[in-house]
């Protein structure tokens, strides 16, 4: 039902779909960049879609740290502790590259969160934020390509 309506409304579906898989909400968009990718909609529109949408996710997120973080995450956000600790850890060891892993599930999303707590600078996150979903989702376009094209 979520995919229909997705691919009824096109490009604004997929920068809904992508904006909310980077946020706390579990949703996935890669399913959706596939299939339109192959789908008669322009590849590259795709991948410029889906990799604002998603940034744009992430500086939600980094918002929520920066700005939240005792108001939000304590009273409306739930955010395991232990996710939260644990990109807290990855954050300090490796800085701010390791945001380019923000869009793997499960440790991404606390990883821009505990970016805005840090209070790190924007642009540099949105730098390494952008960069990893860029070369993500350019992947699952070219895979898409590859695999989906022959079904």
């Keep these: 039902m979520i995919q ?5 409304s096109g490009y604004l579906g997929l920068f809904l779909v992508s904006f909310l ?14 299939v339109m ?10 991948f410029a879609v889906a ?6 996710g992430s500086i939600t997120n980094y918002y929520v740290g920066k700005l939240g973080t005792n108001f939000l995450l304590s009273r409306y ?8 600790q644990k990109a807290e850890k990855m954050y300090q060891k490796w800085g701010s590259p390791i945001l380019s892993l923000a869009w793997i599930p499960i440790i ?24 990893g979903k860029s070369f ?14 022959g079904m």
């Design 4 to 8: 229909d309506m997705i691919f009824q």
């Design 21 to 34: 898989a980077a946020t706390l909400v579990p949703l996935g968009s890669e399913i959706f960049v596939a």
């Design 37 to 46: 990718a192959v789908s008669g909609y322009d590849p590259w529109f795709v």
């Design 51 to 56: 990799t604002s949408g998603n940034t744009l």
């Design 77 to 84: 956000i739930k955010v395991d502790s232990q996710k939260r």
């Design 108 to 131: 991404g999303d606390p990883l821009t969160v505990v970016a805005g707590v840090f209070n790190l600078d924007l642009w540099i996150f949105t730098f390494w934020v952008a960069l």
């Design 136 to 149: 993500r989702y350019f992947f699952v376009i070219m895979t898409a390509g590859t695999f989906l094209k």
